[in-house]
């Protein structure tokens, strides 16, 4: 398996701004930001997309939803929205798990 871009930002192989780390999980802004806050939180073990998980990753997908929050609280963010894309047709391009913390501006629903 050919390692992820996000491998890459985990190993400081590549450029990134890391706004968290700990153990299990790095959170580093977005390169192509869709709003004012777009953050993505990523586990350091390596999951391809969601539906890859099990049921010993429930923990650690936990963790990451509560980093989410933990760097939404730092941006002051009064609404935040988390997205998953799962797959291609979701809209998912990097096959390494991560959730999108987006906020800073009023978000519409349903998304595109
Ligand atoms: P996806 O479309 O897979 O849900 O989201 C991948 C996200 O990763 C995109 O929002 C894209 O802008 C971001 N991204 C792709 N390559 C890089 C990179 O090298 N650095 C950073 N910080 N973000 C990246």
């Known amino acids: ?39 993505l939180v990523v586990p350091k073990k390596r999951i391809n997309k969601l539906e890859d998980m099990t049921q010993e990753d429930s923990a650690l997908i936990g963790h990451l939803c509560f980093v989410a929050n933990t760097v939404a609280q730092k941006e ?6 988390l997205v998953i894309n799962n797959g291609e047709q979701a809209g998912q391009t990097v096959f390494h798990l991560h959730i999108h913390v987006i906020g800073g501006r009023p978000l519409s629903w349903p998304p595109g």
């Open 1 to 39: 398996m050919t390692r992820s871009i996000f491998e890459k930002i985990i190993d400081r192989q590549i450029p990134a701004t890391i706004v968290y780390e700990d153990e299990m999980a790095l959170a580093f802004r977005d390169i192509n930001p869709v709003a004012p806050t777009h953050i």
């Open 76 to 81: 002051n963010l009064e609404g935040y929205r």
